[in-house]
Structure formats: structure tokens, C-alpha cells
């Protein structure tokens, strides 16, 4: 049982885990998710992420159904009310049906698992979403990509090739962010193999152990690598660039994963680097604000930015916004720096 | 309006002490209600001479937002004892407990509630809130403990203690502990043990049900014995159990006992 000890230990940013999983299922094109639960729970979600789609320019509705349960399924047990449901939904033949069930439906003890096991024509996944057993949104993420992976057998290695695994699918940059992920490795001449999980059919997770390396979009997504490490044999990196220094690290990395030469894609990257900064020459000197007085910023790849342009962080500058997740790659630092500039030319 | 709750371990003889009580009260010319808060929903068979009456639950599902006339859920029994039985899901499905708070709200909703005398009798031990719900604000103000002198039904009646004790603490809640009913087991120095439990967590012992085989002959009868031997001794049992619950004035906030304790009491008196 998890509890959480003290309300001002608990996390406030943490969300919901239904929320994480739907970050990965809704991803997919041909799938349709069902929340196991009161209509709210669904409402609540598919307006956030029509939102989001919207902002990433992709008009679709997201494939978000509701078992709309009402006090009746919750004295009597809502199982049969999902059996109508996906009886309904298989009929058409979508790639696969995800379930999540939620927290009231977890409470009264629906055997959720034990109705997607039928026999239904088409992949019924169950995913345990409820949020009042702890997680919240990273742990959703987690056990859906995990789920998924679980389900695919091996298939050959496609050489010179990468998968990319848990994008964050919520971020507003994440087709930037994808964008210069694919120039990096142009450089190296290796192609992605997969999104894992971003704009696919459910049939082509089943390509998810052929790429010859798996690179994750941050850290936490460990036990996802490792799983595909031990299962399909395919090394990992643990986290896409951040900061001038770490995408020429990254490059190294994936040369020396794929047994590559690197030093051309190096030379060209660092003079890309170079002209990059040449464009911001007159922030040199420039006293900046980071919240704390003479302090950096505290995040690696700000703080080297910061060094190399000859900014000043003083306790009295210009306050200068921090990015959350730090975007990725020698582009990502550009875009933050073209920000940085449009706040400091209003505040001298 | 007196609002009386009975709880006890499954299988004590609530329903049948409960039972035995509403056709005592309605003899007495009270205007009584029996709700059965169990989903097995047997609380008032006897009364209803063993037909099945549909539940409240049932109902509700089956009509959906359709409206519901209170006579579709409250059936005269035995004397003009108004029956309802609340029902639930089957077996290792759904919310039982919150199957009873739908009920109650029917049951105000229907403005059902009403006689001189309501008898609730409830599933066996307060496993969730739900269960607890006759206990709450505006319903039964005085709990009776069914319990015999077997060590498992003197847990649960301490178990009930807790959760009127826990109610109690509530500024507004006026529930309170109103006695032990000890329906005997046959349990050897069974009266003295229940007699000793009650004044342990601070209450006492109201009234002592012999077991006697009529009880089983009146259930085969689906009559309550009061029905069926009106005048035996059990049904003047049931009588006496009645008025003294009528004339009870002694309502306490239980002190319920630690586990060790109980287990001491039960042993001293093996």
C-alpha cells in the first residue's frame, strides 16, 4: 500500500499516472484508448490533449473513450459495462485497444485485467492507471512503454539505425526537438528507425528491436532501456543532448555505439557551434539574472552557454527565463539564446 | 422517532433478533420500518411471510432516471411493518458499502424514513464507511450489538464499538451505544461473559435471547416467532427485548477493548 507521509512531502508536480500512459497511447494512430471509469476522468484528458495536438499542428481528436461509469457500475462492479464497450469498439478493427483503469474503478475491485484477456479480435491492452496508488505521470509513461516493449518479439538489426524511446510527447518542441535529433545524426549518416512511441501505427512497434541503438529522452526512461538492452541486445543512450558540450559527446557516443568515425561529424558540428555563438557576440558582458545573486543557473548546459558568451550573472541584471526540459541539441541552445535576446533588448 | 441500529458478526442472528423486535414494536402499535442493509437482502423475509421483496438497488437500476414511487420500494409486512431491503451487488463485485448510502438517499429522497420506531439492520461487521452510514447524522441515533459469548462475535461487536466511537467524536454525530444483545450460543457462562464485555467498553447488557428450536420452526414457517408462538416464552423474550429498548435511556460512547484484553475476558470465562 502507498502512502504518502506528510502532505508537504507529497509532489505536487507529479500529475496523474493515467496521464502519462495517454501521453504514449494516444501517440498511436490507429489505437483506441479507453478510460475505465466516471466520464471526467476522460473529459478532463482529451481536452488537454487536443490541446496539445492542436499546438503541434495535428488536427485529429484523440482516440479517447470513456466507459462512463455512473454510481450504479460502482455499487454493481463496471465490468460488463466494459465488455459493451469493447465489444462496440473491436468491431471496426482498430491497431490495438488500450484500458486504463482508474482509481475509483481499482477501489471497488473491477477485474480489469481479467476482461481485457478475452478474446477480442484485436490487441486488448491493460494498462493499471489508477493514480491513488502512487507513480503519477512518469510512472504511467513508464509501465506503458514497458508494456509495449514486453509484447514484441525480436527481428533483425537494421545497421545504422536508432530508435528513439519516450519523446516527450506533451512538450511543445517536441517535432523541433525531433528535428535536430535527425540532423545530429545525418552527420553520422544513421537514420531513426522508430519513434517509440510518436505517430505509428501499432504494427510498427514490432520494428522496436531492430534499431542498432536506442537512444531515451531523458534518464528516468532507464528501466526502459535496460528492459530493451536485455531483451533485444540493443545498447542505450540515456538521455538526448543538452548544451554545446553534450551534443558533441552525443555524437561521440552514438559513433562509438555504431562503430562509427566521428571526427568529421565533430569538426563540422563544432564549426556549426561557432557560428552559432558568433551570432550572439554583443551578449558579452551583459549582466544577467538568474534568481540568485552571482550564481549560475545551476543547469550544466545553461551555465556553459552563459561561460562561452561572456554573460555576467550578478544578483541585479537581466532576469533571464530558465527553460524546463532544457531544449535539445545545438539547436535547442540557439532557440534559447534568440529568447534570451528578445528579453534582454526589452529590459536595457 | 426512535431510530434503532443492529450490528453483529455475520451469521449472529441479527435479522432474526431484528425481525423478532419490528413484529414486537408493531404489536406494541408502533408505526414501524425494518431496513434490511445487507446485499443478501433476507433482513425482513420473515416478516414478509419469505416472499422476496425487490430491492431498493434493483429498482434503481432498473429504472434508471425513471422516478420511483415509494411504494415500489416499501412493502407492508407482518402487523403493517413497512419492509425495505436495500440489496447490493453479487458476490466479489462492485461497492456494497456504497450501495447502502444510495439507499439511504432513495429512502430520504422518497421521504420513507418516517414511523415511530426504525429498525436497521446491518451487514455484520462496518467493513467500509458505507456501512457505517446508519450510524451517521440524521439515522440511527442508537446502536444494540448482537453478539453471543463465541470469542469472533464479541471481536466484531468490539469492532462495532470502535467505529461508533469514532463517530462520536464528530462535534454533531449524536450516535451512541445503546446495550449488548446476547443471542445465545449456547457458550458456556455465555450470559456472564456478554454481561462482563458490555460493562467492559462501558455499556450494558440489555437483554439475553435463550436459544430455543422455535426459532428455527418459526423460520421454516417464514414467520417470526412472534408471529408464529405468540405466546412462548422466546416471543415474550422478543416482548420484553422490545419494550426495554423502547424504555432504554442509557446511551454511552463505547470504550472498545485492545485485543489482548478481549481475548483475557473470553478465556476467563471458558
Known amino acids: ?86 465489444k462496440d469498439i473491436s468491431a471496426p478493427g482498430p491497431g490495438c485497444i488500450f484500458v486504463l483503469s482508474t482509481c475509483i474503478v481499482d477501489t471497488i475491485g473491477d477485474d480489469t485485467s481479467a476482461v481485457c484477456r478475452k478474446s477480442w479480435g484485436v490487441p486488448v ?12 505521470f512518469n510512472q504511467g509513461l513508464i509501465n506503458t512503454l514497458m508494456t509495449l516493449s514486453h509484447r514484441i518479439e525480436p527481428v533483425e ?21 525531433y528535428a535536430e ?11 531513426v528507425e522508430l519513434r517509440f512511441v510518436r505517430d505509428l501505427c501499432f504494427a510498427d512497434i514490432d520494428r522496436l528491436g531492430g534499431a542498432a541503438l536506442n537512444i531515451l529522452r531523458e534518464p528516468l526512461l532507464a528501466p526502459v532501456g535496460q528492459m530493451l538492452e536485455w531483451k533485444f541486445g540493443t545498447p542505450f543512450i540515456d538521455c538526448m543532448p543538452e548544451g554545446f558540450s553534450g551534443t558533441l559527446r552525443f555524437l561521440a557516443e552514438v559513433a562509438h555505439h555504431l562503430d562509427l568515425d566521428v571526427p568529421p561529424a565533430l569538426r563540422k558540428e563544432t564549426a556549426h557551434q561557432d557560428e552559432v555563438c558568433a551570432k550572439f557576440a554583443d551578449f558579452r558582458g551583459v549582466a544577467v539574472n538568474f534568481g540568485a545573486e552571482h550564481r549560475l543557473s545551476g543547469i550544466p548546459a545553461i551555465d556553459e552557454v552563459v561561460t562561452t558568451l561572456g554573460l555576467q550573472p550578478t544578483g541585479e541584471g537581466v532576469m533571464l527565463p530558465l527553460p524546463v526540459p532544457v531544449p535539445i541539441g545545438t539547436a535547442g541552445m540557439e532557440r534559447l539564446l534568440h529568447r534570451w535576446r528578445r528579453v534582454i533588448h526589452v529590459s536595457l | 422517532m426512535r431510530q434503532i441500529a443492529l450490528y453483529g458478526k455475520g451469521g449472529i442472528g ?24 445487507d446485499p443478501k437482502h433476507d433482513s425482513t423475509r420473515m416478516l414478509m411471510h419469505g416472499g422476496g421483496i425487490p430491492t431498493a438497488l434493483d429498482l434503481v437500476r432498473e ?45 430520504e429522497k422518497l421521504g420513507a424514513l418516517e414511523g415511530d420506531v426504525v429498525v436497521y439492520d446491518v451487514l455484520g ?73 458490555a460493562q467492559a467498553i462501558g455499556s450494558f447488557m440489555i437483554g439475553f435471547v435463550p436459544r430455543d428450536r422455535i426459532v428455527q420452526l418459526a423460520e421454516l414457517h417464514r414467520q417470526t416467532v412472534v408471529e408464529y408462538a405468540p405466546s412462548s416464552d422466546q416471543a415474550n423474550v422478543y416482548r420484553t427485548l422490545a419494550a426495554a429498548i423502547l424504555k432504554n435511556k442509557q446511551f454511552t460512547i463505547p470504550s472498545p477493548l485492545e485485543t489482548d484484553r478481549l481475548e483475557a475476558l473470553a478465556f476467563e470465562y471458558a
Open chain 1, 1 to 86: 500500500m502507498n502512502v504518502i507521509p506528510h502532505i508537504t512531502e507529497s509532489l505536487r508536480l507529479e500529475g496523474c499516472t493515467i496521464l502519462g500512459a495517454l501521453s504514449i497511447t494516444t501517440a498511436i494512430r490507429d489505437a483506441v484508448t479507453v478510460i475505465h471509469g466516471p466520464s471526467g476522468c476522460t473529459q478532463h484528458n482529451f481536452s488537454l490533449l487536443h490541446a496539445t495536438f492542436l499546438a503541434d499542428g495535428i488536427a485529429a481528436l484523440p482516440h479517447l473513450l470513456s466507459t462512463h461509469l455512473t454510481e450504479d457500475e460502482i455499487i454493481f462492479g463496471g465490468e460488463e459495462v466494459l465488455e459493451t464497450l469493447l
Open chain 1, 125 to 136: 491492452i491493460y494498462l493499471p492507471t489508477a493514480g491513488f496508488l502512487g507513480g503519477g
Open chain 1, 157 to 177: 538489426k537494421q545497421p545504422l539505425t536508432v530508435a528513439l524511446i519516450g519523446e516527450k510527447n506533451l512538450e511543445y518542441e517536441v517535432e523541433t526537438n
Open chain 1, 181 to 191: 535529433i535527425t540532423r545530429l545524426l545525418n552527420l553520422l549518416g544513421v537514420r
Open chain 2, 14 to 37: 441479527k435479522s432474526t433478533t431484528a425481525a423478532n423486535l419490528s413484529a414486537a414494536f408493531a404489536e406494541q402499535g408502533h408505526r414501524v420500518l425494518q431496513i434490511g442493509c
Open chain 2, 63 to 107: 429504472r434508471g432516471t425513471s422516478p420511483i414511487a415509494p411504494e415500489e420500494v416499501v412493502f407492508i409486512g407482518y402487523r403493517g411493518v413497512r419492509c425495505v431491503e436495500a440489496g447490493g451487488p453479487e458476490p466479489g463485485v462492485g461497492c456494497a458499502g456504497r450501495g447502502i448510502i444510495a439507499t439511504f438517499q432513495l429512502l
Open chain 2, 125 to 197: 461487521d462496518v467493513v467500509c464507511g458505507g456501512f457505517a452510514m446508519p450510524m451517521r447524522e440524521g439515522y440511527a441515533e442508537e446502536v444494540y450489538l448482537v453478539t453471543s459469548g463465541e470469542l469472533m462475535s464479541l471481536y466484531a461487536a468490539n469492532n462495532i464499538c470502535k467505529a461508533i466511537a469514532r463517530l462520536a467524536q464528530h462535534g454533531r454525530s449524536r450516535c451512541r451505544l445503546g446495550g449488548v444483545i446476547c443471542n445465545s450460543a449456547n457458550t458456556h457462562r455465555e450470559k456472564e461473559l456478554v454481561e462482563r464485555f
